[in-house]
């Protein structure tokens, strides 16, 4: 588990499932007030977290809909009375195919419908605190990366070292490209960068050393 802070907003991590997927649980210091950030699987291990820091989560935010950030949807939403929420690109990815070998393999269930579609610059408030919905397509149509003070969630968009596939349905290079370059490279580069997958980095390190951004 990691735990950083910036004036009221926190953040904490379980890493879940076959593809260790970070699922991150921002909150607000001061009312306990949770959004859950990608319950991929293994609901198990993130209620756990929840109780122990003593957290009232009310949003289930999906980076995108991929099956390794979206398979515990149907846990936090059974569990918690979350507000399920996704950018409406990737809402036609929360109907996966839940008999395919891939979903078996990752231990993904069936999600909900979203209850809020995310748009892009909007937004969200999490107690005292807010984050805010940038639109970074390429991986996925409707990924988006989650932007608070001084850190960015950036779903499996930007990697510590590299960047988000793009050869899987709706992947575009071009759009990743555009994606990283235009909203989080331009962000200060002492901007910590929290990935779907694997370290966090800086947005000055990723600008200076991503062998994919060269
Ligand atoms: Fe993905």
């Not at 009221?8 to 001061?30: F, Q, R």
């Not at 996966?96 to 209850?115: I, Y």
């Not at 980095?201 to 990723?206: F, K, L, P, Q, R």
């Amino acid at each position: 588990m990691i735990d950083g802070k910036s004036a009221m907003i926190k953040y904490a991590l379980a890493v879940v499932g076959p593809l260790d997927t970070n699922c991150y649980l921002v909150y607000c210091s001061e009312t306990l007030d949770c959004a859950v950030i990608d319950p991929g699987a293994e609901a198990e291990r993130i209620f756990p977290l929840i109780y122990e820091l003593g957290l009232g989560p009310s949003l289930l935010l999906n980076t995108h809909g991929h099956l390794d950030h979206i398979g515990a949807n149907r846990d936090v939403k059974e569990k918690f009375a979350v507000s399920l929420c996704i950018h409406g690109l990737d809402k036609p990815l929360l109907e996966h195919d839940l008999q395919s070998e891939l979903s078996f393999f990752l231990g993904a269930k069936e999600s909900p419908p979203p209850d809020r579609l995310l748009q892009d610059e909007e937004t969200i408030t999490i107690g005292r605190s807010t984050l805010r919905v940038v639109h970074t397509p390429g991986h996925t149509p409707g990924s988006v990366s989650f932007l608070g003070e001084g850190f960015l969630f950036s779903g499996d968009t930007l990697f510590n070292g590299g960047v988000g596939r793009t050869d899987l349905p709706g992947g575009s290079t071009r759009d990743l490209e555009k994606s990283i370059r235009t909203r989080i490279l331009t962000l200060p580069p002492e901007t910590i960068v929290l990935p779907g997958h694997g370290p966090w980095t800086t947005v000055g390190e990723e600008k200076d050393s991503n062998p994919f951004l060269g």
